[in-house]
């Protein structure tokens, strides 16, 4: 087991503010989810702690750094949280509501493909789908038929879209394809698109077909880090224009401006 200061993180307002889509809730209180080839339990402990518990793959205990990263416990979110509620009196409405989510730093490909998948979708068919696509091509984690790891481009560029029939994803299996053969080939490069200016590293996702705006900023921000992008759906719109006097053009601007380039954890709110 590994036990972490939580620093106020939630994993339930964390783990279903629509971020990611591999943690499923138990009887008991814990959420169970697959993180890079780690299948892991966590759970809220006593004293402020999160208790991680290894399940398949490395144990948590081995590599206190990698969920430390993961969960974004290195980042001062106290402090952020306070420059975002002086930022704003309706952002901080917003943070009182759930003041224990966190955006976590997850993988590049999967993020990529997930919110590809996540296109004009609701949560449990998004679950649905992400599932059958690690069972069916996934690597096992262990003997029970319970843990998979998310395919590697590299599995997934080779196979026609008859191939992930079996996903009843329909017109995404094309998209799916299309990102993994980029990114396997090289042509979309995780350090690349890190390194960009943000115009230039969301204009270089949306080549993939299938991604515009909202996906590209989704994997900039989920996947990527980058906590500048700000992903604009239609309940982002009605949010910005319920908190936002028509003086600020530019949400996402204006909260970078206020936040220190925070704008994307500040949207998550």
């Not at 889509?21 to 809220?44: I, K, M, Y």
């Not at 096992?140 to 790891?149: I, K, R």
């Not at 319920?242 to 003086?247: A, D, G, M, P, V």
């Amino acid at each position: 087991m590994l036990y972490l200061d939580a620093k106020g993180l939630d994993p339930g307002q964390t783990f279903q503010c629509g971020q990611c889509f591999r943690w499923q809730a138990d009887p008991a209180g814990g959420w169970t989810g697959v993180v890079e080839g780690r299948a892991v339990r966590v759970e809220s402990a006593p004293g402020g702690r999160l208790c991680l518990t290894g399940l398949a793959g490395p144990a948590p205990e081995t590599e206190p750094g990698f969920w430390v990263r993961y969960l974004a416990l290195d980042l001062d979110y106290p402090a952020l949280l306070e420059r975002m509620q002086a930022a704003h009196k309706g952002l901080a409405g917003c943070i009182a509501c759930a003041p224990g989510i966190r955006v976590l730093r997850q993988p590049f490909f999967e993020t990529l493909i997930t919110f590809l998948i996540s296109q004009t979708n609701n949560i449990p068919r998004i679950k649905g789908i992400v599932d059958r696509l690690c069972r069916g091509l996934g690597q096992p984690l262990d003997d029970s038929g319970n843990f998979y790891a998310f395919p590697t481009p590299q599995r997934l560029a080779p196979l026609a879209e008859e191939d992930l029939a079996f996903l009843r994803a329909g017109w995404r299996s094309g998209y799916i394809l299309d990102a993994a053969r980029r990114v396997a080939g090289g042509e979309l490069a995780e350090e690349q698109l890190q390194a960009l200016p943000l115009d230039q590293a969301r204009a270089k996702l949306m080549e993939v077909k299938g991604v515009g705006p909202k996906v590209a900023d989704c994997t900039l921000l989920y996947g990527l880090g980058r906590w500048e992008a700000y992903p604009i759906d239609v309940w982002i719109r009605r949010a910005d224009q319920t908190l936002f006097t028509r003086r600020v053009k530019n949400p996402a601007g204006y909260l970078n401006r206020k936040t220190g380039g925070y704008a994307g954890i500040a949207q998550q709110y």
